[in-house]
């Protein structure tokens, strides 16, 4: 199975801040990579698919790059309502799909 | 769009618990679902996966051969049988909707809020 590893495991910013995470396949996955967000107590919501595109309704300061084994997301300014756990999901070798650990967005 | 997730509580190692998913506002008939977990203070895991046509289903290699995933298209329903429960199968079960119609690219646009599962004695 592909892995997914995600760096930092943690980071603390604050409001207006340039925020990036990373997200690593053990193989290459072609572009086949999703960033989902999730705020405690709630579901996740899928913020950016096929590597780069975004999904309806997210604000364009979310951004994803990235193809191959390598991707990273960005959020060019922090916001409030940004503070949450972000995980990226791999589906290029399906079954299964596979969740990166997280990356916990915390207020500085 | 709406996911409602049923069935979860406490049961004992061994026993089985049959979780639901009622989904509306969309066409069901026409998306892949799936089920993916989450352990108290973990990650997300991945559990299981029924195409839209049901011609294809998938499982996690933690819960294959004891969970068995189905569809009910006349009651836009989505449902989870887990048997031989473990302490290791606790969690929050999330229902998730593939987001493009038919095909096999499995982002999940949409999700319920959970049902939890507490296996233990």
């Known amino acids: 199975d592909i892995q997914l590893t995600q760096s930092p495991s943690f980071l603390s910013a604050s409001v207006g801040d340039r925020v990036t995470i990373t997200c690593r396949a053990s193989?290459?996955?072609?572009?086949?990579l999703a960033w989902y967000q999730q705020k405690p107590g709630k579901a996740p919501k899928l913020l950016i698919y096929?590597?780069?595109t975004l999904q309806s309704g997210v604000p364009s300061r979310f951004s994803g790059s990235g193809s191959g084994t390598d991707f990273t997301l960005t959020i060019s300014s922090l916001q409030p309502e940004d503070f949450a756990t972000y995980y990226c999901?791999?589906?290029?070798?399906?079954?299964?799909?596979?969740f990166g650990p997280g990356t916990k967005v915390d207020i500085k | 769009v709406q996911l409602v997730e049923s069935g979860g509580g406490l049961v004992q190692p061994g026993r089985s618990l049959r979780l639901s998913c009622a989904a509306s506002g969309f066409t069901f008939d026409d998306y892949a679902m799936h089920w993916v977990r989450q352990a108290p203070g973990k990650g997300l895991e991945w559990v299981s996966g029924i195409s839209w046509n049901s011609g294809k289903i998938d499982y996690a290699d933690s819960v294959k051969g004891r969970f068995t995933i189905s569809r009910d298209y006349a009651k836009n329903s989505l449902y989870l049988q887990m048997n031989s429960l473990r302490a290791e199968d606790t969690a929050l079960y999330y229902c998730a909707k593939a987001k493009f119609p038919i095909g096999t690219q499995y982002y999940f646009d949409y999700w319920g809020r959970g049902t939890l599962v507490t296996v233990s004695s």
């Open positions: 193989q290459g996955i072609r572009s086949y």
């Open positions: 096929a590597a780069s």
């Open positions: 999901q791999q589906l290029n070798s399906y079954p299964p799909v596979t």
